[in-house]
């Protein structure tokens, strides 16, 4: 791994802790210990690989980007109830079988009751 591809992984993994909030780019570049102009690089490219979104922002005083991750990391909070998971029925259950997804009370009572 290249130095270059280092300090990309460790600015998202940053970016991506950040969550909803986000991170200043220049409290960035100070965390992984670069200067503004590569903080700055490592930014653009990660915006241009479609990992992060970088958002203007004034911040004392001076324009800055807030940075924010694209995606969020899995989480197993949003399959845990899910009823497939001990359904008797999830052996024969499947797009092209007898019990589908589609038509299984179930699931379709779940899905509401995640949403709402």
């Not at 802790?17 to 903080?39: A, F, M, P, Y």
């Not at 700055?40 to 990660?46: A, F, G, N, T």
């Not at 958002?55 to 899995?74: D, I, N, Q, V």
Request: net charge positive; charged share 35%.
């Amino acid at each position: 791994m290249t130095k270059q591809d280092d300090l990309e992984r460790r600015a998202l993994e940053i970016i991506m802790k950040s969550g909803d909030k986000g991170i200043l780019q220049s409290d960035l570049w100070r965390k992984i210990n670069v200067t503004s102009r590569e903080g700055s690089r490592i930014s653009i490219r990660l915006e241009s690989k479609g990992l992060i979104r970088r958002e203007p922002e004034l911040s004392r005083g001076r324009w800055t980007f807030r940075l924010y991750p694209k995606h969020r990391p899995a989480s197993m909070d949003s399959i845990l109830n899910c009823p497939c998971i001990s359904c008797k029925e999830s052996s024969v259950c499947g797009a092209n079988s007898i019990i589908t997804p589609n038509d299984c009370e179930k699931f379709t009572r779940w899905i509401l009751e995640e949403e709402s």
